[in-house]
């Protein structure tokens, strides 16, 4: 079965740092793209950073370009983002998502097929 | 950026109704919408991919429509594990993934 499994939130405080890490289990991770979503408190999904197999190819939103780093560690099957320059605005759950091409309606899609339960990182003084 | 728009927020309705979940993309996106369901606490879980597949393991009463901008999320006889919040993302244009606000299916 798929797992992914995030860790390292927590509270911390405006300005500050924070990595997160998600282990994946249960399909050849280094084969796939994988993402980092959050969720704000009440808000909706933000898709936020994927990274492609090899780490060819890192997209980033808008809203944390320049503050946080998508990596991965395809020997550990793990993935990682390193979150600096924190603001209230960063407060959520953060998700790790495995990315899939699935089949349908004569051509392929691409959709979020397996996610994190999800680690929730706090950013408050 | 794609803007992907569910109204209403919130819907009312009753176990063994059925219950349509519209969803409006600001652009075209062929058929390249996904919906997702999320229960409180929990991760989103994948529903129907590519506008109308259903994904494995989901129940037949779960149905998607439309192409183009226009999509809809059916589901026949609302079970009482149904009550949640639902998602339609688009997935036409990568690797920005846009989700809509969701809808909240409540009693």
């Known amino acids: 079965d798929v797992q992914l499994v995030e860790s390292g939130g927590g509270l911390v405080k405006p300005g500050g740092s924070l990595r997160l890490s998600c282990a994946a289990s249960?399909?050849?991770?280094?084969?796939?793209?994988m993402t980092w979503l959050r969720q704000a408190p009440g808000k909706g999904l933000e898709w936020i950073s994927s990274?492609?197999?090899?780490?060819?190819?890192?997209y980033y939103a808008d809203s944390v370009k320049g503050r946080f780093t998508i990596s991965r560690d395809d020997a550990k099957n793990s993935l990682f983002l390193q979150m600096n320059g924190l603001t209230a605005e960063d407060t959520a759950v953060y998700f790790c998502?495995?990315?899939?091409?699935?089949?349908?309606?004569?051509?392929?899609?691409?959709?979020?097929?397996?996610w994190g339960p999800g680690s929730l990182v706090t950013v408050s003084s | 950026d794609i803007l992907m728009t569910q109204s209403p927020s919130y819907l009312s309705a009753s176990v063994g109704d059925r219950v349509t979940i519209p969803c409006r993309a600001s652009?075209?996106?062929?058929?390249?919408l996904n919906w997702y369901q999320q229960k409180p606490g929990k991760a989103p879980r994948l529903l129907i991919y590519?506008?109308?597949n259903l994904q494995r393991g989901v129940p037949s009463r779960f149905s998607g429509n439309g192409s183009g901008t226009d999509f809809t999320l059916t589901i026949t006889s609302l079970q009482p594990e149904d009550f949640a919040t639902y998602y339609c993302?688009?997935?036409?244009?990568?690797?920005?993934?846009?989700f809509g606000g969701g809808t909240k299916v409540e009693i």
């Open positions: 998502a495995r990315e899939v091409t699935l089949y349908g309606s004569g051509t392929y899609f691409n959709a979020y097929a397996h």
């Open positions: 249960g399909f050849t991770f280094s084969s796939e793209t």
């Open positions: 990274i492609t197999s090899d780490s060819i190819y890192i």
């Open positions: 652009q075209f996106i062929s058929n390249f």
């Open positions: 590519g506008a109308s």
């Open positions: 993302q688009q997935s036409y244009a990568a690797p920005l993934f846009t």
